[in-house]
């Protein structure tokens, strides 16, 4: 089975911008959760989609905003992009919701706020 | 929601030694995972630890759990210069919480 792939891998905007960065799971895996690491904050979750639906959401702002298609393909948007939130972002894959199964992680996009 | 607490937050040891991490935590959970991050790439899935299961192994990594003092240990034996990465406990609370993780590194 192919892995987890994220789109892109690189990118750099500038503040005031918005970004959509785009997940493809695992074949078969309807839950797909988005991750946020920086060296400040560590591991921070996003949120988690499963059959399309927003499962949880973690504490950030209304800027951060995500979706997830029929074919489980999950997108996260940032908009007015601020400095702080360079970082690498990472989504995971996993055949169950919450948590309750391993998640498999894709190689991540690293965003850059100039 | 909660977050592990490894312990030590970095390790440094010789290659062929054996490498010892902890994570603590507060409340229930229903499973604990472990993984493994290269130098700012993305996360490997290493043990997935449930609730009612005490010991786990999967190759030269040892998983334990106790439940009763809310603790998890990961082993790697025989170290070797490729476990040189960072080290994740993630705590299973309706969605995985990651603690800050421990640097391994191993010398030659």
């Known amino acids: 089975k192919a892995g987890v792939t994220q789109t892109p891998r ?6 005031g911008q918005q970004v959509t960065l785009s ?10 959760s988005w991750y946020q690491q920086t060296p400040g904050q560590g591991l921070q979750f996003l949120f988690e989609y499963f059959s399309e639906t927003q499962r949880n959401k973690g504490n950030f702002p209304g800027r951060f ?11 996260m948007n940032v908009s007015t992009l601020e400095l702080g ?12 919701a919450g948590g309750q199964d391993t998640q498999y992680f894709g190689p991540g996009t690293r965003l850059t706020v100039l | 929601s909660q977050q592990g607490e490894e312990d030590p937050q970095a390790l440094s040891i010789q290659e062929g030694e054996n490498a010892t991490m902890n994570c603590s935590y507060k409340t229930s959970i229903n499973n604990l995972q472990w993984y493994r991050q290269n130098s700012g790439r993305g996360l490997v899935h290493l043990i997935l630890i449930r609730s009612n299961e ?3 192994h999967s190759g030269r990594l040892r998983v334990t759990l106790d439940t009763s003092k809310k603790s998890s240990s990961l082993l790697i034996t025989a170290s070797r210069a490729a476990d040189t990465a960072s080290y994740f406990c993630a705590l299973n609370d309706y969605k995985l919480s ?11």
């Open chain 1, 65 to 75: 905003s995500g979706r997830q298609f029929s074919n489980s393909r999950s997108e």
């Open chain 2, 54 to 56: 005490r010991e786990k």
């Open chain 1, 85 to 96: 939130d360079s970082a690498l972002y990472l989504c995971a894959s996993s055949s169950l």
């Open chain 1, 23 to 32: 997940c493809s799971p695992i074949s078969g895996h309807r839950s797909v």
């Open chain 2, 98 to 108: 990651f603690g800050a993780g421990t640097t391994v590194t191993v010398r030659a």
């Open chain 1, 10 to 15: 690189y990118l750099i905007k500038t503040r």
